[in-house]
């Protein structure tokens, strides 16, 4: 089975696509859809993750500020200023880029937990900024009236399929650029730093340089999926600084398996399923006896420390390590590693 | 013969300790220079603050074709053609056999990128890795990864190569093939410094030796004064060292 999946790996991933694009045809389930589009989307910021989390090894705290940096700028420079959407995605984009390299900066330098909390405070500074100017950005109940996609007379929200392509869209983008990304000598060098820092600078790589870079690569498609979120939604809310979707996202890095890129694809669209739909679900808040937000919170808690505990590797980590295993054979050049 | 590498007065301080003191010496172009010296005598710390891994010195200036390279950072240092490697056996682990060499092929190097595979299979040909190429690294023997780092270190063909230990731990047979591969790098016109505890390797391949101890430089010669040299001798393993260095290289 598995070895059947690798050998047919374009035949499959052509099968996949096709059958991604046929389910808004299929499916009537206003609610799945909507789930799947906002899936796609935190899969995007999951997988970027991956690359300064999973590949260069940077406990990044502030990776959710850049899709957060991207949602606010678009939102504000079409609410406030009335440019296009359009153009305000972009523009999410570049602010996003700037905010990755001021942030990256004094983290470079740092190690493990002093990195953790430096990124932290940055992300939480973003957010006490955006807080503090309430008139701009719409202070703690977010920024409303975020203007809808729309090309011409076409409404992206009044079409059940035009978010869905677009969004695929983007996450297929993001992905062929990570997995060019880190198959490509640049991500071998951050591999390298990560494994022994020592010895890759003694082999002549920048290590200022290239992660820099990381930060800057990393942030750049979370910015686009930022604004794309903003208008999708037709809001941009404070809740994206949140401790609760940072665990949520974190969750689909380490149980899609760090630095894989695909896990957090997958497991960033299966999280969002699971998670949203046990908060939309009256049950569990009766099993527990506690309202439904927490639960949820629990839950992602809970799968993160069964994960770490039974599977480190992640989902991805299991699949790659059991097609090898069926293969029996070396790994092909450009395989991916853990 | 002009120096390649310059040493002046170069010190490292570790709070009251002096891991270094005061050193100097030249390399001259071509050469295989050794160091010995007992354990804790300031051998790898004055590999690391000549190629600024992970400090640079604290007084002192290190030249290197007449370039100031004391300050310089490590990847520029690599960069001007010198490469080290490390006492401890160290590899990428999580990266393959072949990435491994060619991370030390791509950054900094004059190698173009048509270049580089051959350049890697080269390397790790000339040390008998290119069967374990498609391995992850982290599952080689020590001295498969001891291998791995030398090959790393002359893919990208330094002019100048510092060696830390690579004997220890070896059998007889592996400490041959290493004399062997040491001599043919240095006749392919490689510059080396070697730091050796392993002495019949160190005294055999060695043009010039400097003998360290407590962070000072104690002696320097050619081998085979040295090795007539008992108070050197003597400081640097004992009365009994003595007898027994003089049982084997005798
Ligand atoms: N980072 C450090 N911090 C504090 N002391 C250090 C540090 N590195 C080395 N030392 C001390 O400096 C002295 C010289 O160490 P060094 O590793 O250079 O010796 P060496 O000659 O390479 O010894 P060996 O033959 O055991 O490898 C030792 O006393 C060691 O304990
Ligand atoms: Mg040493």
């Known amino acids: 089975m598995i070895s059947f999946i690798h050998a047919n790996k374009k035949a499959l991933a052509v099968v996949g696509i096709v059958v991604f694009l046929a389910i808004p045809l299929v499916v009537d389930n206003k609610l799945l859809i909507h789930l799947a589009i906002l899936g796609m989307l935190y899969a995007v910021v999951a997988s970027n993750w991956d690359l300064t989390l999973g590949y260069a090894g940077v406990f990044n705290f502030a990776h ?216 939309s679900s009256a049950w569990m808040s009766e099993i527990f006896g506690v309202s439904r937000g927490p639960v949820r919170f629990m839950f992602v808690a809970v799968i993160i420390v069964l994960t770490m505990r039974f599977f480190p590797q992640g989902v991805w980590g299991l699949i790659k390590q059991y097609s090898a295993r069926s293969r029996m054979t070396e790994p092909a050049e450009g395989e991916d590693r853990v | 013969m002009a120096a390649i590498l310059s040493v002046r007065g170069v010190t490292k301080k570790f709070g009251e300790l002096v891991a270094v003191d005061d050193v100097s010496f030249e390399v001259d172009e071509g050469e295989i220079y050794g160091i010995a010296g007992p354990n804790g005598a300031g051998k790898t710390s004055l590999f690391n603050l000549i190629t600024g891994i992970p400090y640079h010195t604290d007084a002192g200036v290190v030249t290197y074709r007449g370039e100031k390279i004391s300050q310089l950072s490590p990847h520029k240092i690599y960069e001007l053609g010198i490469a080290r490697t490390f006492q401890k056996e160290t590899a990428f682990d999580t990266l393959t056999v072949r990435e491994n060499a060619r991370i030390g092929a791509v950054f900094g190097t004059a190698l173009a990128v048509e270049e580089y595979d051959s350049a890697v299979d080269q390397a790790l040909e000339s040390l008998d890795l290119l069967d374990d190429r498609n391995r992850l690294a982290g599952e080689l023997s020590i001295y498969g990864k001891k291998r791995l780092m030398i090959a790393s270190a002359i893919v990208s063909n330094p002019d100048l190569l510092m060696l830390d230990e690579p004997a220890g731990g070896l059998n007889l047979a592996e400490l041959n093939e290493l004399e062997s591969l040491i001599l043919r790098l240095s006749h392919g016109k490689m510059t080396i410094i070697i730091i050796e505890h392993v002495l019949p390797l160190l005294f055999g391949v060695s043009n010039r030796v400097m003998v360290m101890d407590f962070g000072k430089r104690l002696a320097e010669g050619a081998p085979e004064s040295l090795a007539r040299d008992d108070t050197v001798i003597e400081a640097y393993l004992g009365e009994r060292g003595k007898d027994a260095f003089h049982a084997i290289s005798d």
């Open chain 1, 64 to 279: 959710l500020a850049f899709f957060g940096i991207g949602a606010y700028t678009s939102g504000i420079l079409t609410v406030k200023l009335g440019i296009s959407p359009w153009l305000g995605i972009p523009c999410g984009a570049v602010a996003a880029a700037i905010a990755s390299v001021i942030v990256s900066i004094p983290a470079i330098r740092l190690r493990g937990i002093y990195v953790a909390l430096l990124t932290f405070a940055c992300s939480q500074l973003v957010l006490l900024l955006l807080l503090s100017q309430p008139l701009i950005t719409g202070g703690q109940q977010g920024l409303t009236g975020v203007p809808q996609l729309q090309i011409g007379d076409f409404r992206f929200r009044e079409s059940k399929f035009a978010h869905f392509y677009l969004v695929g869209l983007l996450l297929l983008c993001s992905t062929v650029f990570l997995r060019r990304l880190v198959t490509s000598d640049f991500g071998l060098s951050l591999i390298a730093l990560r494994d022994f820092e020592e010895y890759a600078i003694a082999r002549g790589i920048p290590l200022a340089r290239q992660r820099l870079l990381a930060f800057l690569l990393s942030s750049i498609f979370p910015g686009l999926a930022g604004g794309v979120y903003a208008h999708f939604l037709i809001v941009a809310s404070p809740d994206i600084f949140g401790f609760s979707l940072a665990i949520l996202l974190l969750s689909m890095v380490l149980v899609g398996g760090v630095a894989t890129i695909y896990g957090p694809v997958l497991i960033g669209v299966v999280m969002t399923y699971v998670s949203e739909l046990m908060a």
